[in-house]
DNA sequence: CCCATATTGTTAATCTAGTAAACAGTTTAT
DNA sequence: ATAAACTGTTTACTAGATTAACAATATGGG
């Protein structure tokens, strides 16, 4: 019965495969650019400087001052339990206070703070520069068309 | 010098922010994307389904029968120590197998069963289905531009 | 051949991001 | 007044990933 072995090995049989599967699939391709950018932002912005979600964080407190800590947990999407490290970061670099509101004693209303806002500012302009220089390969048009895309897959949610 | 207050609060200027920084930028989008496109994997694959990196193993084991456990890696852009618990566990589910190569008896070559082979074709199929019911307000068209889009930023790295 | 260098799979330690559950204090609604 | 809900917080936990080290093995140069 030698015509029962089970283990032939056809070596390189790579040349089989036309497209593999995991490139059809949105998710596949999203979470590669999604680990890419983020990578290059990091770089980008060095040793001492935001991690992407703090740098979030910062930019919602600059331009909603007053926000609300629950209030920020919801627009980025996350647990309120999860901002509590974020805030007490930027809080303890100076960037932004916690401030008790008149109405309610319950909330803690967040207030970038002048250096808040100049670092804000000069950070900002680094993640600019990050994705400009990463992203160079794609033309205004194609950026506006992909952030539109992308816009079109969280309005699906909400 | 009445004037030196800081602390003045303006309440509600939310109406000053004509359009926030965030949306401006490709990164925070491509998050805000990803994690609900992997939620949704997560969810349509159910408990004891895979997680978006060990289906994306397997994928490749399948349509690269043989591939060693470092190419493995490569391929996935991840380290080959984050991939051995990767192939425990579709070893242990009985969906590959490491083999020894005759030439070089450091490599495992991972070889799917044809229980691995049936069972990524079933998963294959449930993935499919998630990404047609959670991206179905786009296009075929869109879709295709979005993976154009995203294949851009890869080729941009390397 | 010998020796330095590199590669493979693996383990262990560590880090980050994030969730879930519980909580005390406070507010809102019935 | 009492129940329900909300806020910020802590704690415990999980998932994903990286780094450094290691033994076994392979490769290339003298």
Redo the contacts between chains.
């Keep these: 019965m030698a015509s029962l072995r089970k283990?032939d090995?056809?070596?390189e049989?790579?040349t089989l495969?036309e497209t593999?599967?995991?490139?059809e699939?949105?998710?596949?391709?999203?979470?590669?650019?999604?680990?890419?950018?983020?990578a290059d932002?990091r770089r980008a912005l060095g040793e001492d400087g935001f991690a992407?979600r703090v740098f979030?964080a910062l930019?919602?407190v600059v331009?909603?001052?007053?926000v609300t800590q629950s209030g920020l947990a919801r627009m980025l999407?996350i647990e309120r339990s999860g901002l509590v490290a974020i805030v007490d970061e930027l809080e303890g670099r100076g960037l932004l206070k916690r401030t008790n509101v008149p109405g309610d004693r319950r909330v803690q209303a967040l207030?970038p703070t002048?250096k808040g806002k100049s670092v804000y500012g000069e950070a900002?302009a680094a993640?600019?520069a990050h994705?400009d220089r990463?992203?160079?390969?794609?033309s205004l048009d194609?950026?506006a068309?992909?952030?539109a895309?992308?816009?079109?897959?969280?309005?699906?949610?909400e």
Excluded: C
């Design positions: 283990t090995r056809h070596a049989d790579e495969v593999p599967d995991l490139e699939f949105i998710g596949y391709n999203l979470k590669r650019a999604y680990v890419i950018v983020q932002f992407p979030s930019s919602l331009q909603y001052p007053n999407g207030v002048d900002r993640v600019r994705e990463l992203l160079a390969n794609l194609e950026k068309t992909l952030m895309l992308l816009g079109k897959i969280r309005a699906g949610e």
